[in-house]
């Protein structure tokens, strides 16, 4: 089975500082990461995703992240946000590119 | 490329009424999936559609929630009757085979979704 933990339900920051949304995961097989990013009233979007190769994956809107086997994580970051950001973030694995396990979201408060 | 669509975006319903959403996936893509968000939580698939037939349905409470996709294009969730835990967005997404993973978002899109309050 695979689940999803992010450990800070709220994060408020300040315009131009940097962040990072945490993310740590379980699973008893491979899976592939991803972030995605949900606007008020609107779906997720896609921010980036990690299938292979180098752990360190850029994504839209200057985010990237880190996969870190050994730790289990996958931290997002950025190292300047804009008011913009301000979104509710959602981590997920798949295992098969079918079914999805979403963490319970981060929500970013950037404040001028 | 349009999107997945999904309809009503809101809806405001007493317990024990039924109600029912429609999502139009992304033209030509074989799977289909419903998805619930409850407010403070992450989405959870309910559905899973291959075509017409279901893949996987281990989250659905069949007691009250049915799904269905007539010729494997729309589809339908409906809850019957509704419960006041209920209230949730209602996310449908939709997928392409395998060999179109190359693509940026990996072929896998979520519609706006359907908010559901019930009181």
């Known amino acids: 089975a695979q689940s999803v933990t992010q450990l800070d339900s709220q994060v408020p920051v300040f315009e131009e500082a940097p962040v990072e949304l945490r993310c740590n995961y379980s699973?008893?097989?491979?899976?592939?990461l991803f972030w995605y990013v949900q606007y008020p009233n609107q779906g997720l979007q896609l921010l980036l995703k990690y299938l292979s190769g180098s752990t360190l994956v850029k994504g839209i809107n200057g985010f990237e992240a880190e996969f870190n086997k050994s730790q289990t994580s996958f931290h997002l970051r950025k190292p300047s946000v804009h008011i913009s950001d301000t979104a509710e973030y959602f981590c997920a694995v798949t295992p098969n590119f079918n079914k999805f396990y979403f963490g319970s979201g981060t929500k970013l408060n950037v404040k001028p | 490329e349009a999107g997945v669509a999904q309809s009503p975006r809101y809806k405001i319903i007493e317990k024990r009424q039924s109600v029912a959403f429609w999502c139009n996936p992304i033209s030509g893509h074989a799977t289909l999936y419903w998805y619930q968000q409850i407010l403070g939580q992450g989405p959870k698939l309910l559905i899973q559609?291959?075509?017409?037939?279901?893949?996987?349905d281990s989250q659905l409470p069949k007691d009250r929630f049915s799904a269905e996709r007539l010729k494997g294009v729309d589809s339908t969730l409906k809850i019957q009757p509704a419960k006041l835990e209920d209230s949730a967005v209602y996310l449908c997404?939709?997928?392409?085979?395998?060999?179109?993973?190359?693509?940026?978002?990996?072929?896998?899109?979520f519609g706006s979704g359907t908010r559901l309050t019930v009181v």
């Open positions: 997404a939709s997928s392409t085979p395998s060999r179109d993973r190359g693509r940026a978002n990996y072929g896998y899109t």
């Open positions: 699973s008893s097989v491979s899976v592939y």
């Open positions: 559609f291959q075509n017409n037939g279901v893949v996987d």
